[in-house]
């Protein structure tokens, strides 16, 4: 099933793409109980499909793209964390943040695992039942804060505004049975910046799920970002950053493609 949270006049609500990309209503809750009613609805503005209370992100986790910038390969997944206040909606600006961090902005496409309810402790075996679904994810990155003036720490180069541009859509569990086996593309003004399967990560799904919820909880409705593979602006020669006017389009198989424009702060 297909989920997308929309504006309507009367706040925030949850519909169900049909086929035809017309839309019934949901009802109840995503994370308490929800159904498809056969109510049709006029979709409003498109947000983001979810409203993370936390957004985990991992590092360095597809096997090509450490080769290609010369990391040895982690022992554990590398955990940043991105605030908040960084959610953008589909087809809305990633905003440059002005001279204080836009000469070196960065588009990292990912698929982003929603969690659907509490857990704490679970095996790895055990981790897919937790997942609600997936959606795409723009991991954006002001690298000079990340390398150079982040004292050795990614979460300011990870957390200005509109930093993680969410969708378009939620695609829940049952109708990807296997999340490490999906195509990710990055396309920027059209052209092919990133081509790779999920299945170059070096953590899978159920094992990043096992690993962030050893000693804390993962709330209903946290989003994992599961890392990003080769082809980052930072690592062409030379690099190649986002502009104001870029188009950034993130593709994943069986999901369905995030679009943002880039405009100065």
Not at 22 to 47: C, P
Request: glycine content about 10%; hydrophobic content about 35%.
């Amino acid at each position: 099933m297909k989920i997308i949270r929309h504006q309507t006049a009367s706040g925030p609500a949850y519909a169900a793409l049909k086929p035809d990309d017309s839309a019934w209503e949901v009802s109840g809750s995503l994370f308490t109980g929800f159904a498809v009613t056969e109510r049709s609805v006029q979709l409003g503005r498109l947000l983001a499909p979810i409203e993370p209370p936390n957004i985990f992100g991992i590092g360095l986790n597809y096997r090509q793209h450490a080769n290609s910038i010369g990391r040895d390969l982690p022992t554990y997944p590398m955990l940043f964390i991105k605030s908040t206040n960084t959610l953008q909606n589909p087809r809305e600006d990633i905003r440059l943040p002005g001279e204080f961090a836009g000469r070196a902005v960065d588009y990292e496409g990912e698929l982003a695992v929603v969690i659907g309810r509490a857990c704490r402790n679970v095996s790895r075996e055990e981790a897919m039942d937790y997942v609600l679904g997936y959606t795409c994810a723009n991991d954006v990155t002001a690298r000079d804060w990340q390398f150079q003036l982040g004292g050795g720490q990614f979460c300011q180069g990870k957390s200005f505004d509109t930093f993680c541009p969410l969708g378009p859509v939620l695609v829940t569990a049952d109708e990807i049975p296997d999340p490490g086996s999906l195509r990710l593309s990055t396309r920027v003004n059209g052209v092919v910046r990133q081509n790779g399967s999920t299945g170059d990560m070096i953590f899978d799904v159920p094992s990043l799920i096992s690993f962030l919820s050893k000693g804390k909880t993962l709330l209903p409705g946290t989003v994992i970002l599961t890392g990003t593979p080769h082809g980052v602006g930072h690592t062409w020669t030379p690099p190649v950053y986002l502009q104001p006017g870029d188009r950034v389009e993130i593709e994943i198989e069986n999901i369905g493609t995030l679009v943002n424009n880039v405009a100065a702060g």
